[in-house]
Nanobody
Framework: VQLQASGGGLVQAGGSLRLSCAAS??????TGWYRQAPGRQREMVATFATSGNSYYADSVKGRFTISKDNARNTVYLQMSSLKPEDTAVYYCNARALLTSKEYWGQGTLVTVSS
């Protein structure tokens, strides 16, 4: 089982970035993106429900969009109008369908300068 997150970097406020998370492993489904800023707890950013709907943290609604490519088992997070408070390490989360075990990617750092 492997989760590979990429796409982070340094961007100025108001800029955009697209994160990618590719999953490899049997019956592994990516559930969404989370982030952890220095000194803070990990929080949900955007996730998929089993119904297929997407959910977003209030702080990113209207600015971030989560999408997926089922053929590649890859999930994306398009981030626009970035703010300094979006600075964090972003993690993707996946769940194994057969065992319900959770997996986390290694994280990708997003730094937004003012």
């Amino acid at each position: 089982v492997q989760l590979q997150a990429s796409g982070g970097g340094l961007v100025q406020a108001g800029g955009s970035l697209r994160l990618s998370c590719a999953a490899s492993g049997p019956f592994l489904v990516i559930t969404g993106w989370y982030r952890q800023a220095p000194g803070r707890q990990r929080e949900m950013v955007a996730t998929f429900a089993t119904s297929g709907n997407s959910y977003y943290a209030d702080s990113v609604k209207g600015r971030f969009t989560i999408s997926k490519d089922n053929a590649r088992n890859t999930v994306y997070l398009q981030m626009s109008s970035l703010k300094p408070e979006d600075t964090a390490v972003y993690y993707c989360n996946a769940r194994a369908l057969l065992t319900s075990k959770e997996y986390w990617g290694q994280g990708t750092l997003v730094t937004v300068s003012s």
